[in-house]
T-cell receptor
Framework: DAMVIQNPRYQVTQFGKPVTLSCSQT?????MYWYQQKSSQAPKLLFH???????NEADTPDNFQSRRPNTSFCFLDIRSPGLGDAAMYLC????????????FGPGTRLLVL | GQNIDQPTEMTATEGAIVQINCTYQ??????LFWYQQHAGEAPTFLSY????GLEEKGRFSSFLSRSKGYSYLLLKELQMKDSASYLC??????????????FGKGTRLSVIA
């Protein structure tokens, strides 16, 4: 089945220790998104790629970086995680034309100790 | 600016009908989405409206009035498994293939016996 996959589902890291979250998709969608969602809050867009074009939200901290080496994969790098970065990180994809329904992966829950 | 409002919590009885409202103020409009999100899981797509009127899909229906900046999600024959958060999201630009969605904070629905 075509889908969006995120690994790992749960990630524990130490304060200040770099961590990378991964997302892959078999939908062959042009657009990939990374959202941060804290408890009882709306998903907050961090950045997105349209093909190789990177779009950073104005209020995304510099601590967050992203890479998209090919159509299928996208990575979220948190260079120096703080306690406030503990959250669910959601990857989503969309075709990039027309309706723009976004399809979400299962998410990675990050815990910072 | 962008603002999406929906009630924080709702409770309804199994077998009943519930309507979840969403109002939005965005600089543009190019579609409104409803997502269901169970606790600790990723959002899953429920419905999409871009024209005024009602879209029906099984037990779920979604309505849109663009002039009023208003939508609702109607859930019929409620089941216990419908207990979840329901997110309203708007795409606020015209004819743009990669404009991200703006999400509301979600309405937490509890279905009781």
């Amino acid at each position: 089945d075509a889908m969006v996959i995120q690994n790992p589902r749960y990630q524990v890291t130490q304060f200040g220790k770099p961590v990378t979250l991964s997302c892959s998709q078999t939908l062959n969608h042009n657009v990939m998104y990374w959202y941060q969602q804290k408890s009882s809050q709306a998903p907050k867009l961090l950045f997105h790629y349209y093909d190789k074009d990177f779009n950073n939200e104005a209020d995304t901290p510099d601590n967050f970086q992203s890479r998209r080496p090919n159509t299928s994969f996208c990575f979220l790098d948190i260079r120096s995680p703080g306690l406030g970065d503990a959250a669910m990180y959601l990857c989503a994809t969309s075709r990039g034309s027309g309706e723009e329904t976004q399809y979400f992966g299962p998410g990675t829950r990050l815990l910072v100790l | 600016g962008q603002n999406i409002d929906q009630p924080t919590e709702m409770t309804a009885t199994e077998g009943a009908i519930v309507q979840i409202n969403c109002t939005y103020q965005t600089s543009g409009f190019n579609g409104l989405f409803w997502y269901q999100q169970h606790a600790g899981e990723a959002p899953t797509f429920l419905s999409y409206n871009v024209l005024d009127g009602l879209e029906e899909k099984g037990r779920f229906s979604s309505f849109l009035s663009r002039s009023k900046g208003y939508s609702y999600l109607l859930l019929k024959e409620l089941q216990m498994k419908d207990s979840a958060s329901y997110l309203c999201a708007v795409r606020d630009a015209w004819n743009s293939g990669n404009t991200p969605l703006v999400f509301g904070k979600g309405t937490r629905l509890s279905v009781i016996a």
